[in-house]
């Protein structure tokens, strides 16, 4: 929906290892997101980006950085992956962002598991 | 940390009026009511928004009452593929962001 994939799918890695995963959507929208998902906890915003190159940090951060070369793709990379990240991680984008009302759409998800 | 209030879990018969109620007492002038829904392993779906007067769309209804301090989004046929858990978020001009509770938990049942 509303043109967004994330890549990988699926992933399995180990404890230390980096992973980058990847947001990309097709309609050029300013506002992009990265969730994250655990039982019991809902969704959680990890960082957001207001524009290329522009990115804030949400409300788990720690352990995750992001990055915005272009208008299409946002970056999440764990630096040295633990298994407390083992998630499923959602991109989102918004049409209007924070300009009044913000109506955000997700890709499909992304099932990290960290060993 | 989030500003809603929503019953854990709800039933509904397939074919009735399914109506979910969110408390949002601190909500402020400029914040909007949002409604998404999110059903299994999949990504949260948007559903409808409101600030001060009642929307409709072709998915469902939201009632905000007079005050704001609360609001009931109405699914007004429900059918078994409207089970799913449903978020009701206030947000204003924070850059954006939705800040996402646990949800009431719906289930229609035949």
């Known amino acids: 929906d509303a043109g967004i994939t994330q890549s990988p799918r699926h992933k399995v890695t180990e404890t230390g290892t980096p992973v980058t995963l990847r947001c990309h959507q097709t309609e050029n929208h300013r506002y992009m997101y990265w969730y994250r998902q655990d039982p019991g906890h809902g969704l959680r915003l990890i960082h957001y980006?207001?524009?290329?190159?522009?990115?804030d940090k949400g409300e788990v951060s720690d352990g995750y950085s992001v990055s915005r070369s272009k208008t299409e793709d946002f970056l999440l990379t764990l630096e040295s992956a633990t298994s407390s990240q083992t998630s499923v991680y959602f991109c989102a984008i918004s049409t209007s962002g924070n300009f009044g009302w913000n109506e955000q759409f997700f890709g499909p998800g992304t099932r990290l598991t960290v060993l | 940390d989030a500003k809603t209030t929503q019953p854990p879990s709800m039933d509904c018969a397939e074919g009735r009026a399914a109506n979910l109620p969110c408390n949002h007492s601190?909500?402020?002038?400029?914040?909007?009511v949002y409604w998404y829904r999110q059903i299994h392993s999949q990504g949260p779906q948007y559903i409808i928004h409101?600030?001060?007067n009642n929307e409709t769309n072709e998915m469902a209804s939201l009632i905000i009452t007079e005050d704001r301090k609360s609001s009931t989004l109405i699914l007004p046929h429900a059918t078994l593929r409207d089970t799913a858990v449903y978020y009701c978020?206030?947000?204003?001009?924070?850059?954006?962001?939705?800040?996402f509770g646990q949800g009431t938990e719906l289930s229609v049942k035949p």
């Open positions: 409101g600030l001060k």
């Open positions: 980006s207001y524009g290329v190159k522009d990115t």
């Open positions: 601190t909500i402020s002038g400029n914040e909007y």
């Open positions: 978020i206030v947000s204003g001009n924070q850059g954006g962001k939705l800040i």
